[in-house]
Antibody, heavy 129, light 107 residues
Framework: EVHLVESGGGLVQPGGSLRLSCAASGFTISDHYMDWVRQAPGKGLEWVGRTRDKANSYTTEYAASVKGRFTISRDDSKNSVDLQMDSLKTEDTAVYYC????????????????????WGQGTTVTVSS | DIQMTQSPSSLSASVGDRVTITCRASQSISRYLNWYQQKPGKAPNLLIYGASSLQSGVPSRFSGSGSGTDFTLTITSLQPEDFAAYYCQHSYNTPRTFGQGTKVELK
């Protein structure tokens, strides 16, 4: 069975740093795009960024709201993905989820779509003085 | 960036009702549209991908339709476990963006 487990959340002061980790089991992350999505208290879902798969050189992309402050990296030996968060702001307070963004093909189709089909349970980050 | 707008923001319904949620993209996204369900305190769960394809394990009372800019999620015969929030999300390009969500509540 496939699983994702996030860790590393906590309370941090504005301007501080935090590193989240997402451990995968039941599949190999090098074969998949891996995303981070966050949800501020009482709010909707916000895409944070992603790392592409090995075939696409593990390139990364970020939302404008975190670009230059957050960095996504992989450790294939641990089958895990990290989110390094620097220069944190109070508006970064949220539950952070990692998700597998898989290529999913309809039955008998020769094409596919991307969808976030496996999610972790989330880890809470609170930025406050 | 592509903006996703859902309507309504919330709705009240009864068990057995047919429920329809709409999602509009700010530009054409072909069929690159996913739907997720999220229950309180839980991670989202993929329901529909490619606008109309049912994700494995999702009950057939859920269906999706649409292409271009206008999409619909329909739940036929609402069940007690379906009271939750629903989000659309495009996968046309990056940044991926989600709709603001629709909360389905018990009438």
């Amino acid at each position: 069975e496939v699983h994702l487990v996030e860790s590393g959340g906590g309370l941090v002061q504005p301007g501080g740093s935090l590193r989240l980790s997402c451990a995968a089991s039941g599949f190999t992350i090098s074969d998949h795009y891996m995303d981070w999505v966050r949800q501020a208290p009482g709010k909707g879902l916000e895409w944070v960024g992603r790392t592409r798969d090995k075939a696409n050189s593990y390139t990364t992309e970020y939302a404008a709201s975190v670009k230059g402050r957050f960095t996504i990296s992989r450790d294939d030996s641990k089958n895990s993905v990290d989110l390094q968060m620097d220069s944190l702001k109070t508006e970064d307070t949220a539950v952070y989820y990692c998700a597998r963004e898989a290529r999913i093909a309809p039955a008998s189709a020769s094409y596919y779509y991307f969808g976030m089909d496996v999610w972790g349970q989330g880890t809470t980050v609170t930025v406050s003085s | 960036d592509i903006q996703m707008t859902q309507s309504p923001s919330s709705l009240s319904a009864s068990v057995g009702d047919r429920v329809t949620i709409t999602c509009r993209a700010s530009q054409s996204i072909s069929r690159y549209l996913n739907w997720y369900q999220q229950k309180p305190g839980k991670a989202p769960n993929l329901l529909i991908y490619g606008a109309s394809s049912l994700q494995s394990g999702v009950p057939s009372r859920f269906s999706g339709s649409g292409s271009g800019t206008d999409f619909t999620l329909t739940i036929t015969s609402l069940q007690p476990e379906d009271f939750a929030a629903y989000y659309c999300q495009h996968s046309y390009n990056t940044p991926r963006t989600f709709g603001q969500g629709t909360k389905v509540e018990l009438k």
